[in-house]
């Protein structure tokens, strides 16, 4: 029989919710047939429970998103977490300013309680992890000036496999015991729900919560399966959006997208929670984390830090402390980042802000560095002649007559705040420059790169000239004007240049730099550098080869690497299995989970790419995956919705004359729970 691997079962939270939520509808489905078995109303204990109150308003509790730390996303269950870390937290929050910079909650997630009750029926705090109570945790947290924020769930218990026990039934007990701890907010999870309603769930909670007297921020967390940004407003302050996230670039990016179109429902007091931050965990690149940060930011998410700061580089504490980001998100008009356009990953988001100017987020999702752009009118701005442009990851004002664009990295983010300004004239115009695109070669073989000098001000700059530099013993020469004596305003310079690795160059990705400076009127002398990325890759030999014998050009995939010749351990490169789909199994191919995508370099000389494909067996009766193949970015073949009932299916696509061919496995549109997606017998033509 397929069984998960055991590592799904202890680190995938979301995915053992869907697992409890799949328990959940089967106790569902069973009440309706057996009466004996009926899903049990929320049983209050009585005893507690005061006279119906009127519910009273709430909202002021988190006026703006709810900042502070939580140690789910960083320790899980392990044995780190526990009251030295949380003391730990408090001390760090003061001693590296983030309490200044508006954090405030030190929230405990799963796994700080007993599996059982004592014989009053109360919670008992694990007198390993809390030998002092929880009490003396919150205690000391408030001693330093912040807030304390513990966890339970709406069900007989909560998420971790383990089980601890959860409020369901227990609400008022457990609500004052909270309030006699001093607890400030509480997470609210969805697991072994029993199917009882979710808003009736939540709602007694909330009521409990009243009726101890004590405010508590009350943190939704049913992963948005009964769409609490229709019900939730005045039953919590935030509700979870989304399923959990992981610390990869491909659940962030998941994550955001779902949350993203819900901005309307988003306001003081009610806030959408696509999940806390990863920030500082180590599995994205400092580019993708300022991104997640931008995001959440321009998202008006609550921003709770999932990192363990005892132990993380000193990037993620510039990334946490940027006071200029952390505005947009706790800006008191509340207003979630609406999607302006969204088209080949590049993505435009702008926040109105309770100043009248817009917070504008120019993300690029793609795997290549694109150019995107909008204007300050359809960012939502009154007509001016110029406005103020204000990076808030550089830190620097400039000015533009309208145009709002930038070059952005690959998976980076720009943010900027723009408002009217009269006096722009003041302000050095706002200048791009950069190469857009991806660009592939054979070490030896010599490549066209193209940058892009744009000047969106209303003056010139002058003594415009680039360069642009590679690694030692590279060649690369102008092909077109690298300069001009002045570029006006609205106006952009073009260059071609013409690049060469050496021979012997090793295949890879290469950073060049371009390098960028002018003169403003005022007669400043600016020099901007941006990277640029050429890849080296071979073109496989003539005949026929395993894909997974070649060095792909680069990978994203949902859970862990990519595997060679396995499937999908979702951990560690090299920890899956034999590819296995319908009973049969592989030597040779790929084990993928998506979402993912892998690039190969084909340099135009091959013709077919051929495949078995499916659900690897190991995940049971789980999963749904589509897969595809595109050429130069084109999908040239792609199949159905697989599920793991199915045998392995033969995919062939014709690829010929693409420089490069990408495999691509999607979700099947239900979320990546368990979608191990085997590219079995994978072979390329040349
Ligand atoms: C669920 C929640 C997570 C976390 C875990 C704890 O998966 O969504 O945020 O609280 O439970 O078990």
Redesign the pocket.
């Known amino acids: 029989m397929a069984h998960l691997p055991p590592l799904r079962v202890r680190f995938g939270?979301?995915r053992?919710?869907a697992v409890a939520a799949a328990v959940a509808g089967v106790l569902c489905a069973s009440a309706l047939a057996s009466p004996a078995f009926a899903a049990p109303a929320p049983q209050r204990d009585a005893a507690e429970a005061p006279a119906a109150q009127a519910p009273a308003d709430d909202d002021h509790l988190a006026l703006t998103p709810p900042m502070g730390f939580n140690n789910?996303n960083s320790t899980h269950c392990r044995a780190e977490f526990n009251e030295q870390m949380v003391k730990g937290m408090a001390d760090l929050f003061i001693e590296k300013g983030l309490k200044d910079a508006g954090y405030k909650y030190i929230n405990l997630?799963?796994?700080w309680a007993l599996p059982e009750r004592n014989a009053e029926g109360k919670l008992v705090p694990d007198p390993k992890r809390f030998p002092n109570g929880i009490k003396a945790v919150a205690d000391y947290v408030h001693s330093k000036g912040l807030k304390f924020g513990i966890?339970t769930s709406a069900g007989t218990k909560?998420?971790?496999d383990i089980g601890f026990p959860g409020g369901l039934g227990h609400e008022y007990s457990d609500a004052q015991q909270f309030a006699d701890w001093g607890v400030d907010y509480l997470?609210y999870?969805n697991?072994n729900n029993e199917g009882v309603d979710a808003k009736q769930r939540y709602t007694t909670m909330r009521d409990a919560l009243k009726a101890t007297g004590r405010p508590m921020v009350f943190s939704i967390?049913e992963?948005g399966q009964n769409k609490p940004w229709e019900w939730a407003k005045g039953v919590g302050q935030l509700w979870?959006t989304t399923?959990?996230i992981s610390d990869n670039w491909g659940s962030m990016l998941s994550i955001m997208k779902k949350n993203l179109p819900l901005d309307e429902y988003a306001g003081p007091g009610a806030w959408n929670d696509p999940?806390?931050l990863e920030v500082g965990n180590g599995g994205m690149t400092d580019t993708e984390y300022r991104t997640h940060f931008s995001m959440w930011s321009v998202m008006a998410a609550p921003l709770l830090i999932g990192s363990d700061l005892r132990k993380a580089p000193q990037s993620a504490f510039d990334i946490l402390s940027n006071k200029e980001v952390i505005a947009v998100d706790q800006d008191k008009l509340g207003k979630q980042g609406k999607v302006l356009s969204s088209e080949n990953g590049r993505w435009v988001v702008a926040k109105e802000m309770s100043d009248g100017s817009r917070v504008v987020a120019l993300f690029n999702e793609s795997d290549q560095s694109q150019y995107l752009s909008t204007t300050a009118e359809k960012a939502g701005l009154p007509e001016a002649d110029g406005y103020r442009v204000r990076d808030l990851w550089k830190h620097k004002d400039t000015h533009t007559s309208g145009t709002i664009a930038a070059t952005v990295p690959a998976h980076g983010t720009v943010l900027v705040r723009v408002s009217p300004e009269a006096d722009w004239a003041s302000l050095p115009p706002s200048v791009d420059s950069g190469v857009a695109g991806n660009t592939v070669t054979e070490p030896g073989s010599a490549v066209r790169v193209t940058s892009t000098t744009h000047n969106f001000g209303g003056v010139p700059v002058r003594s415009v000239s680039t360069r642009l530099t590679g690694p030692k013993g590279w060649t690369i020469k102008s092909e077109s004007r690298p300069g001009t004596s002045e570029l006006p305003g609205g106006e952009k310079l073009a260059t071609d240049w013409r690049v060469t690795a050496p021979e012997a160059t090793e295949p890879g990705t290469y950073e060049l730099k371009l390098t960028t400076t002018y003169r403003t009127v005022a007669g400043d002398r600016v020099t901007a550098t941006s990277p640029v990325s050429v890849r080296l890759a071979r073109a496989p030999k003539d005949g026929q080869s395993y894909l997974s014998d070649l060095a792909p050009l680069g990978s994203v995939n949902g859970w862990g690497p990519v595997e060679k010749d396995r499937s999908n351990g979702e951990t560690a490169a090299g920890d899956g299995r034999t590819l296995t789909i319908g009973g049969k199994t592989w030597e040779k191919g790929l084990g993928a989970h998506a979402d993912s995508s892998v690039e190969y370099y084909t340099a135009g000389r091959c013709d077919r790419v051929t495949a078995q494909v499916g659900l690897d067996d190991e995940t049971g009766d789980k999963g749904t995956v589509t897969f595809e193949v595109r050429a130069d970015g084109k999908t040239v073949a792609r199949t159905g919705v697989l599920t793991n009932a199915q045998a392995a299916q033969e995919i062939t696509a014709d690829v010929a004359g693409a420089r490069t061919v990408t495999l691509v496995a999607t979700d099947g549109g239900d979320g990546n729970d368990s979608d191990h997606a085997d590219w079995a017998d994978l072979k390329i033509n040349c």
């Open positions: 939270p979301h053992r919710g789910w997630d799963d796994c966890y909560t998420c971790s997470k999870d697991c967390c992963w979870r399923g959990d999940d806390m």
